[in-house]
């Protein structure tokens, strides 16, 4: 609930420093009102009500006190009660009203919300300056261009369409092109306006930005989910993210979010020249922008601010993993552009991973859709990033192993990413005499079924697992999979419970009389749900084969089978050796996805969905992928630090001129093209008697080197 820079007090501090004398005393809701006209003292309130709403989280200088914000508010919903000729979609009581809605809508971004680069030392940033420069064909000695930077904060990326100075839709990131239509949630928010504070609004304004939540509300959520003997959540962004996709908009006001701008989507009728502008500009207006932007020259300047900021961040109050870096003005960000994944013009400093020490207290094993059984740490309290962590990985048997991590042992654990929490070390010094090692497990924790071993892993061996069934269930419906939208971990936990379903082809078999008996659905979700599942049965064979859990196919390889095979029946007819001769596939897939078809849990599978209707043929065979050009037939592998592009944006480029990207260096290898710090690969290539090539021969290949010029 509070701008950049703010630590909120609570409220019973709140109300101590502001008291009862801070903000308007208006009179009690019964008074007389026949010396005022209404329709003004509506308009009164609604302004005093927004600006308290402005001062306070964009500001952070509040007006009045929340007992006093909610008497107002309170005196307005009555008085718009008694003249409804005076109602206002903008009004502050119409932020959560009306029924739930059933779904989310899928919505295309006018301009695609791409992600940003991240970087891990001051070298990527040096490395970025100079890439840069050589955008902008700055001569050496000549001035970089102005930059600035601000707070990159742990949140969920959202974009918001003001028409005529109203809020008309607020829309996710998605994948970038597309976004869950989030606009009744979004309404809910106190820190979001809902019409600009101007005389003269932009025609269009999209404003890109953060949804996050404070520490202290993030703690209060868990505190209250404690007494209720529920478990904890995990941390304030997945929190976020849960409370944005919840289907009544009264949950999201409860839950206190805050926003942060710091981005623009289509803008039509306003002119600035800067992002530092930009942001200044929509302050003006009522947004909620960083308070710790600050424009920079020059890459000592540059760092020296990175640097600074990475004490200050933990004093914020909310979650904050690194800062944005970006070129201030709009036409050289223009001049820059973007790579199909993220602009030129801007890079993300992330901050090393929060540590701290505690004590091991248990170990359980957890089980994933594919049998995986993987171990999960409890420990005594520790605070990580802000946030009061309890779990951590400890990802398999031989990690554990290899760093000797026993019960009761003070261990060191990090925020991976400030999200994942994993054990890093064990302080064996303080080892107590009585810690207890840690075995694998001989039986499935889940089902009781026999386990096995493969490398490190540990596997359930029960095909009938239930906890394996609600975690492929839960996979097979995942958006970048089937895409069936509703089909949440609650549903999903009362279908197998009740045993409504016990094979992913049941799901198709599902009635809405069925769904609307569990909780949580009703008739119209229940409708929804079942479209939602109707409609993945047109998903195709690329779809299909990355929402079965076979091990080793994930979306790339599965895209590449849908390339190379028309349908299910081609592809359970090709050999080992065809397989094995496929893009970035080796024996171990091959053998992997052979043997997992033509098991008979693989066969029955693929029979079973093709018999509830699922459509198998794939939508992009012969299509390579591959355009024919100079690299046509090679296979080449990228690896190192590349001052040029990113790996994935050269890649892209090798693959518009007819080459085949893979992964990993094998005997099938045409070229690796190695960049700083180039490691294994470059070995592996050298023994191998792979040709290798450094970056400037590849950019003689691609015509810009020197001798192109």
Known sequence: MWSLGYRPPAVAACKERFGASAGYHGHPMARDRSKEDSGARIEALRKRLDEANRAY????????????????????????????????????????????????????????????????????????????????????????????????????????????????????????????????????????????????????????????????????????????????????????????????????????????????????????????????????????????????????????????????????????????????????????????????????????????????????????????????????????????????????????????????????????????????????????????????PSDCPACGGDVGQEGPKIFCLNPECPAQLRERIAWFAGRNQMGIDGLGEKIVDQLVDRGLVHHLADLYSLTIDQLSELEGLGAKSATSLVEAIEASRDRGLGRVLASIGIRQIGQSAAGTLARAFPDMDALLDAGRDALEQLPDFGEITATILHETLHSPRGEELVQRLRAAGVRMTSDTYGDSGVAEGRFAGMTMVLTGTLTHGTRTELGRRLESMGATVASSVSRRTSVLIAGEKAGSKLAKAQDLGVEVWDEQRLLRELGEGESSR
Not at 58 to 86: I, K, N, T
Not at 401 to 427: C, F, H, N, S, T
């Open 57 to 440: 989280y964009v500001d952070a200088d509040p007006l009045m006190s929340d007992r006093d914000y909610d008497r107002e508010l309170a005196e307005l919903a009555a008085l718009e009660a008694e003249h409804p000729e005076h109602a206002s979609e903008d009004s502050p009581t119409r932020r959560v009203g009306g029924e739930p809605v059933d779904a989310f809508s899928s919505v295309e971004h006018a301009l695609p919300m791409q992600s940003i680069d991240n970087s891990y030392d001051p070298d990527d940033i040096s490395a970025w300056c100079t890439r840069v420069r050589r955008g902008l064909d700055l001569a050496d000695g000549e001035p970089g261009p102005v930059l600035c930077c601000d707070p990159k904060i742990d949140g969920v990326a959202i974009s918001l369409r003001y028409e005529s100075g109203r809020l008309v839709q607020a829309v996710t990131r998605g994948d970038g092109r597309r976004g869950d239509d989030v606009t009744v949630q979004v309404r809910a928010i106190r820190a979001i306006p809902l019409r600009l504070h101007c005389v003269e609004p932009p025609a269009v304004l999209e404003v890109r930005g953060e949804i996050y939540m404070t520490n202290e509300v993030f703690e209060r959520i868990n505190r209250a989910r404690v007494a209720r003997n529920e478990p904890l959540f995990a941390n304030a962004r997945n929190v976020t993210a849960g409370t944005l996709k919840s289907l009544d908009p009264s949950v999201v006001a409860e839950r206190s979010l805050c926003f942060c701008a710091h981005g623009r989507g289509v803008v039509e009728g306003l002119e600035v020249p800067t992002y530092s502008r930009f942001v200044d500009t929509i302050r003006s207006m009522g947004i909620p922008v960083s308070q710790h932007l600050q424009v920079v020259e020059g890459l000592p300047d540059l760092l020296a601010r990175v640097e600074a900021f990475q004490s200050q961040r933990t004093e914020l109050g909310f979650g904050v993993d690194g800062m944005v870096v970006r070129v201030d003005a709009f036409p050289l960000q223009d001049r820059l552009g973007s790579t199909s994944k993220a602009p030129r013009w801007c890079v993300a400093f992330k901050y090393p991973a929060d540590q701290g020490e505690t004590v091991l207290e248990s170990v359980a094993w957890q089980v994933g859709k594919g049998g995986t059984l993987t171990p999960r740490a409890t420990m005594q309290p520790v605070e990580l990033a802000g946030t009061t962590v309890r779990h951590a990985t400890l990802h398999n048997i031989e990690e554990i192993r290899r760093k000797d991590i026993r019960v009761g042992d003070r261990i060191v654990v990090e925020k991976a990413g400030e999200i994942i929490p994993q054990v890093v070390m064990v302080r064996l010094a303080d080892r107590p005499p009585d810690a207890v090692p840690i075995e694998p």
